[in-house]
């Protein structure tokens, strides 16, 4: 899988290990979610609203596109979040319904 993000610099900070639904991702010290999850892969989040695949927009929270949730339900924006060892994210909003998800 081609990663959204490619790391061209600040390498050597130290490593970060957090979860996304259930999948171990590697992260550096001082990355927000939405810059580990994107260097991980091609997206944040499925919408909500059945419009597609989401990977942030405005990338200063500003806009509510990087909505993700921690495994106890909180609503948390990846684009100002940063990472923590042992930090468990998922990427759909717990027991969430919506009429138009198939």
Known sequence: MT????RLAETERA??????DGRA???LAGDTLLVAMLTNGRRLRQSEFGDGTR???CLMAAC???????DEGTKIRACSTPVAD????VTTE?????ANRV
Do not use: K, M, S, Y
């Not at 490593?15 to 996304?20: D, P």
């Not at 509510?64 to 921690?70: E, G, L, M, S």
């Not at 717990?94 to 919506?98: G, L």
């Open 55 to 57: 990977a942030g927009f």
């Open 86 to 89: 042992g930090l468990n994210i």
């Open 15 to 20: 490593q970060v290990r957090f979860h996304v």
């Open 25 to 27: 991702i590697d992260a």
């Open 3 to 6: 990663a959204r993000f490619v």
């Open 94 to 98: 717990p027991e969430a319904t919506w």
């Open 64 to 70: 509510q596109d990087c909505w993700v949730w921690t």
